[in-house]
T-cell receptor, first 114, second 114 residues
Framework: DSGVTQTPKHLITATGQRVTLRCSPR?????VYWYQQSLDQGLQFLIQ???????AKGNILERFSAQQFPDLHSELNLSSLELGDSALYFC?????????????FGPGTRLTVL | AQSVTQLDSQVPVFEEAPVELRCNYS??????LFWYVQYPNQGLQLLLK??????LVKGINGFEAEFNKSQTSFHLRKPSVHISDTAEYFC????????????FGSGTRLSIRP
């Protein structure tokens, strides 16, 4: 158990809908990262927050957005969903958010878009 | 731009045999390298990382990796594998210039035969 929690574990929805994925970092960690893992794209970094502020952006679509709240939990919002958005979404956390940090991954949320 | 190539998508080995999972990277700047493991239905877990110093890095569960700058490689090795090592292994790279963005390889599925 990494100490990172993600809810829900599974999510099934329809094209065009909007969903919110939630992540709680390990106690004491200030930085949260979001990743997408799919069969065709592999594991891709989406976005990073540190202490409430966006720190780095990867291959995140404009239909996707995220935020980190004062209690340090984070939410990833996916809108206008397409079939290709079906994937495993991981959240990770680290203490300082530096590039050399060890990231601790949650168990993931499996999103299925029908 | 940086990239990571994991040369083998699947590696089958017998229990107690040695294994090497290959990883090559490309970058025009100094890099920091990681190996993560993903057990079935779980998130990723850090095995080891190379930041600087000794090119031979020891990690958890008996794994080690060697950073070879001239060959731009960071191969993962274990002298004797166990059934419990069955998992997917990801090599990843980041650098100071990438501002904490991390790029993952496509993964190598290690399957252990009794």
């Amino acid at each position: 158990d990494s100490g990172v929690t993600q809810t829900p574990k599974h999510l099934i929805t329809a094209t065009g809908q909007r969903v919110t994925l939630r992540c709680s970092p390990r106690s004491g960690d200030l930085s949260v990262y979001w990743y997408q893992q799919s069969l065709d794209q592999g594991l891709q970094f989406l976005i990073q927050y540190y202490n409430g502020e966006e720190r780095a952006k990867g291959n995140i679509l404009e239909r996707f957005s995220a935020q980190q709240f004062p209690d340090l939990h984070s939410e990833l919002n996916l809108s206008s969903l397409e079939l290709g958005d079906s994937a495993l979404y991981f959240c990770a956390s680290s203490f300082s958010g530096e590039y050399t940090d060890t990231q601790y991954f949650g168990p993931g949320t499996r999103l299925t878009v029908l | 731009a940086q990239s990571v190539t994991q040369l083998d998508s699947q590696v089958p080995v017998f229990e107690e045999a040695p294994v090497e999972l290959r990883c090559n990277y490309s970058s025009s700047v100094s890099v920091y390298l990681f190996w993560y493991v993903q057990y079935p239905n779980q998130g990723l877990q850090l095995l080891l990382k190379y930041l600087s110093g000794s090119t031979l890095v020891k990690g958890i569960n008996g794994f080690e990796a060697e950073f070879n700058k001239s060959q731009t490689s960071f191969h993962l090795r274990k002298p004797s594998v166990h059934i419990s090592d069955t998992a997917e292994y990801f090599c990843a790279v980041t650098s100071y210039s990438s501002a904490s963005k991390i790029i993952f390889g496509s993964g190598t599925r290690l399957s252990i035969r009794p």
